[in-house]
């Protein structure tokens, strides 16, 4: 049974810094797509990074790229998103999501698995 748990969600003031993490567990192989997502209220999900465990590769939407990194360690069963410069609009719930299968469409991958969510708060 796969299971992703994600920590490091907390409340920070426009211009700081939080780092996700994301506990992998599960999958039968080690080169999955494992990717964040967030859902503000009232707004749309939105995929916001993944990276394609086997090889490396990023992908990230347009309201982040430059802001967040996500990486993943050595053992790839945690991946991470550190974020930077942090912005009001970046306040939401943040899940960690896997795709067993990589990442072949980048973030409109149709990722599987879900985790329960770390909620980010940033003040002005």
């Known amino acids: 049974q796969v299971q992703l748990v994600e920590s490091g969600g907390g409340s920070v003031q426009a211009g700081g810094s939080l780092r996700l993490s994301c506990v992998v567990r599960?999958?039968?192989?080690?080169?999955?797509?494992i990717g964040w997502f967030r859902q503000a209220q009232g707004k749309e999900r939105e995929g916001v990074a993944a990276?394609?465990?086997?090889?490396?590769?990023?992908y990230y939407s347009d309201s982040v790229k430059g802001r967040f990194t996500i990486s993943r360690d050595s053992a790839k069963t945690t991946v991470y998103l550190q974020m930077n410069s942090l912005k009001p609009e970046d306040t939401a719930e943040y899940y960690c999501?896997?795709?067993?299968?990589?990442?072949?469409?980048?973030?409109?991958?149709?990722?599987?698995?879900w985790g329960q969510g770390t909620r980010v708060t940033v003040s002005s």
């Open positions: 999501v896997g795709a067993p299968s990589g990442c072949y469409a980048g973030l409109s991958t149709e990722f599987l698995d």
């Open positions: 599960g999958y039968s192989h080690t080169s999955t797509c």
């Open positions: 990276i394609y465990t086997g090889g490396g590769a990023t």
